[in-house]
């Protein structure tokens, strides 16, 4: 039996997954309804697969954070005791992250491989060029995207599809949390 994977990401109205400026985690439009749900989806037995770049993005995020930062939100606390594998040819562990592991090599090669032989599903939150990779590759399932309300257009950075291939998206979950983020959940299919 074949892994789900689940390519989960947040993003602007505009498209960007993080923004500069004044902007705050969650472009500081989180609420309960928000962070009740984050914390139901990592609940489950499932890997996590992260990019070297991401990794390192949330290994010094979380290092110098503080017990009270939105970053240590209980869902990220959840994330982190989850087994991990992140794929890069620069790392070399041990990382700063319990339970998890460096893969080298290709992120088709070692998605594809975790596919196969993972008993419970996997989940990338960010990893935003190995995921459009992954999509081209057809090895993402489903793609969610949390929608926050807000366009980052002068202070937008990390574009989320930015030269992505065109995908047919179905969709196949979505709901309103704190009464203006809306979660959409897809399933990507190759434009030919």
């Known amino acids: 039996m074949t892994a789900t994977y689940t390519f989960d990401v947040f993003s ?9 400026g004044n902007w705050t985690g969650y472009w500081g439009r989180q609420g309960p ?3 009740d ?9 499932q890997r996590m697969v992260f990019g070297a770049q991401t990794y390192r993005a949330f290994a010094r995020m979380l290092a110098s954070s503080t017990e009270e930062a939105d970053v240590r939100d209980p869902w990220v606390t959840r994330m982190r005791s989850l087994p991990a594998t992140v794929v890069s040819n620069t790392l070399e562990g041990p990382l700063d992250w319990p339970d998890a592991a460096v893969v080298h090599g290709d ?8 596919k196969e032989e993972s008993e419970v599903p996997l989940r990338s939150h960010g990893s935003l060029s190995m995921n459009r ?5 057809g090895l993402v399932d489903r793609v969610q995207v949390t929608l926050f309300p807000v366009i980052t257009g002068r202070t937008g950075l990390d574009p989320v599809f930015r030269g992505a291939a065109d995908f047919d998206l179905e969709l196949i979950g ?5 009464g ?3 979660e959409l959940t897809y399933r990507p299919a190759l434009h030919v």
């Open 12 to 20: 602007s109205l505009d498209g960007f997954g993080a923004a500069g």
């Open 174 to 178: 979505h709901r309103t949390l704190d």
């Open 37 to 45: 749900h984050r914390l139901a989806l990592y609940d489950g037995e």
């Open 180 to 182: 203006h983020i809306q």
């Open 33 to 35: 309804e928000l962070l």
């Open 133 to 137: 990779a992954l999509m081209a590759a």
């Open 107 to 114: 992120a088709v090669d070692v998605v594809a491989r975790l």
